[in-house]
């Protein structure tokens, strides 16, 4: 393995540019470093042929788990690997793995590879004989992360639902995913439980045969979910992030940012506030994945607390960003990053303001 070249992003990151001898894969590193070691991030499924585009969308996601964490308390920066190829992952004759654990041991402790929990790269066993950084693997699992994480993005709908509708359960609030991965059917699974009014797609149709075949729910086409009349819209699919063109259409109360990114860009939490539409920031409901991931890097105090007691507190994060965002008068995604510089400011000693401008 050979670390092409490296280079700090700001005065808080660094890239990584690497060659696996072994296999020729080429990749790129960024660790953000937020104050607090490791760094915790997964390695993106999908190659990029380009390659100032890959690092964009690695220094983006590394900057997600950043804020996640900060906002949920943990003690870990965010970080994310990404491939740069022209051939997709899946037509390779063997797994990427390896030589993406090959990567991370070469940073001798400053990273943690996590499972891509939306993609293709999600056994940590396929990586674990060229390193010992690792989260995730089976032994070291409490609950599984799609599941955490969609129990974290359920306690977090259910708080939105108090405070916007006004209702004090589930039963029937209407309710569309977007995507059913993992993460979006174990969504499905735990809200159909409880009575929500579900309506799903998915542009793959094993899934949807799937969820009709297990759940009995009403399946539409990606297309058409956007345009019905709901309470709760939640992608949760990375392909299907809200964009500019879907705003005008939505007809939903709540957006739940229920996938990393679920904006495709910064600007449209504004939109959504501007037409009433109260949106879920991902860097808060979205934290159930990491929250259970991190656990073997907590200390015995912060392990003490069940899980499922920090899962639910994912909901009392939210209802604290809500009232911020409705006392200032801001767009829930602004006041959720707001909170996340200030928390960072805190741990790396310096005023908020001045963070703000780096």
Not at 20 to 45: F, H, K, N, W
Not at 149 to 154: I, Q
Not at 295 to 303: D, I, K, S, V, Y
Not at 318 to 333: F, P
């Amino acid at each position: 393995m050979n670390a092409v070249g490296s280079s700090p992003v700001d005065e808080r990151g660094d890239v990584i540019f690497f060659t696996d001898q072994e296999t020729g894969l080429r990749g790129i590193t960024v660790l953000d470093d937020a104050g607090l070691s490791p760094a915790v991030g997964a390695c993106r499924s999908r190659p990029y042929v380009d390659e100032e585009r890959a690092l964009g969308d690695a220094l983006r996601q590394a900057r997600t788990t950043t804020a996640k964490a900060l906002i949920a308390g943990l003690p870990v920066s965010g970080a994310c690997t990404v491939l740069l190829s022209s051939s997709p992952v899946g037509s390779r004759a063997a797994s990427p793995m390896p030589a993406i654990g090959r990567a991370v041991e070469m940073l001798g402790g400053r990273y943690r590879l996590l499972p891509d929990l939306q993609g293709d790269l999600k056994n940590m066993e396929e990586a674990a004989g060229d390193t010992t950084f690792l989260l995730g693997r089976p032994s070291d699992i409490e609950i599984d992360p799609a599941a955490a994480a969609a129990l974290g993005l359920r306690h977090g709908i259910a708080a939105a639902v108090r405070r916007r509708l006004g209702r004090e359960s589930l039963m029937g609030v209407r309710i569309g995913i977007i995507g059913l991965g993992d993460v979006g059917f174990s969504l499905a699974e735990i809200l159909r439980q409880e009575g929500a009014r579900l309506t799903v797609a998915d542009r793959d149709p094993r899934r949807t045969e799937r969820a009709v075949r297990a759940l009995g729910i009403t399946c539409v086409t990606t297309e058409e979910i956007i345009h019905l009349d709901m309470d709760v819209l939640a992608p949760t699919a990375a392909k299907e992030t809200v964009q500019d063109g879907m705003i005008s259409h939505l007809r939903c109360k709540i957006v739940a940012g229920a996938v990393d990114d679920a904006l495709q860009s910064p600007m449209l939490g504004k939109a959504l506030h501007d037409r009433g539409i109260l949106y879920l920031p991902d860097s808060v409901v979205n934290a159930g994945g990491l929250i259970s991931l991190v656990q073997p890097l907590l200390g015995e105090e912060a392990r003490a607390i069940p899980l499922l007691d920090q899962l639910r507190a994912i909901g009392d994060r939210l209802v604290m960003v809500m009232e911020r965002a409705e006392h200032d008068n801001l767009a829930t995604a602004v006041a959720a990053e707001r909170l996340a510089e200030e928390i960072l400011a805190r741990r790396l000693g310096i005023e908020p303001a001045q963070q703000m401008a780096s």
